[in-house]
């Protein structure tokens, strides 16, 4: 059984370039979440994919968009990269709805480094 | 606003060394707190959820217990392998009724043989 997959595993990008991550949920799971992790911080919410829907946001600009496909795949784009959106983008998924008490399993994240 | 402070950042520790991660908290209404590992570049690793006060939950040298304010991860003495960063996390439910996780900024573990 996968596991929550996301790729690329790294990505080095240009300042005001735009940038795709992709990620693939836990068979079973149907909701995604997105969360960016500083050097030496917890991973911070940006915003939660269910139903092909953003669900909940965090406090993150409009820079930062998302999708959710009928597989439930999810992708995070993010568009004019800043030096400081260099961090560790983590993927989780959740059970049925985003609603019941249910664990989130985390893929192995993407590096991400704006240069 | 929910808040999720752990203590100590790091803690360096002998192998056999037993000791404990503190992670307290503040928030509306618990609804689970979650501890993950979490390896240098890796994602975060579930490892316990808890609910309600005076809940313990063991999994081999590592148990987590909770009280109303704070949980505590144990580990009992460690080898070189339990070397990580170990989150918490609250659960957060948000104004539109769908939940997300609130958390600290880790506590690094090294452990030395």
């Known amino acids: 059984d996968a596991g929550v997959t996301q790729s690329p595993t790294h990505l080095i990008k240009t300042r005001g370039q735009q940038v795709t991550l992709r990620c693939s949920p836990k068979?079973?799971?149907?909701?995604v979440s997105w969360y960016q992790q500083a050097l030496g911080q917890g991973p911070q919410f940006i915003f939660q994919y269910y139903e092909e829907e953003e669900r909940q946001r965090g406090n993150f600009p409009d820079r930062f968009s998302g999708h959710q496909f009928p597989n439930y795949s999810s992708e995070l784009n993010v568009n004019a990269l800043l030096l400081g959106d260099s961090a560790l983008y983590l993927c989780?998924?959740?059970?049925?709805?985003?609603?019941?008490?249910?664990?989130?399993?985390f893929g192995q994240g993407t590096r991400l480094t704006v240069v | 606003e929910d808040q999720v402070t752990q203590s100590p950042e790091a803690l360096r520790l002998q192998e056999g060394e037993s000791s404990s991660l503190n992670c307290s908290y503040t928030v509306s209404g618990l609804r689970g707190l979650f501890w993950y590992r979490q390896d240098p570049g890796k994602g975060p690793e579930f490892l316990f959820t808890?609910?309600?006060a005076g809940e313990e939950k063991e999994k081999e040298r590592l148990k987590a217990t909770l009280t109303k304010k704070e949980s505590f991860l144990h580990i009992t003495a460690p080898k070189p392998e339990d070397s990580a960063t170990y989150l918490c996390a609250v659960r957060t439910h948000m104004n539109s009724g769908y939940s997300t996780l609130t958390f600290g900024k880790g506590t690094m573990l090294l452990v030395s043989p």
């Open positions: 989780a998924s959740l059970g049925t709805g985003g609603l019941r008490n249910t664990e989130a399993f």
């Open positions: 808890l609910y309600s």
């Open positions: 068979s079973g799971h149907d909701t």
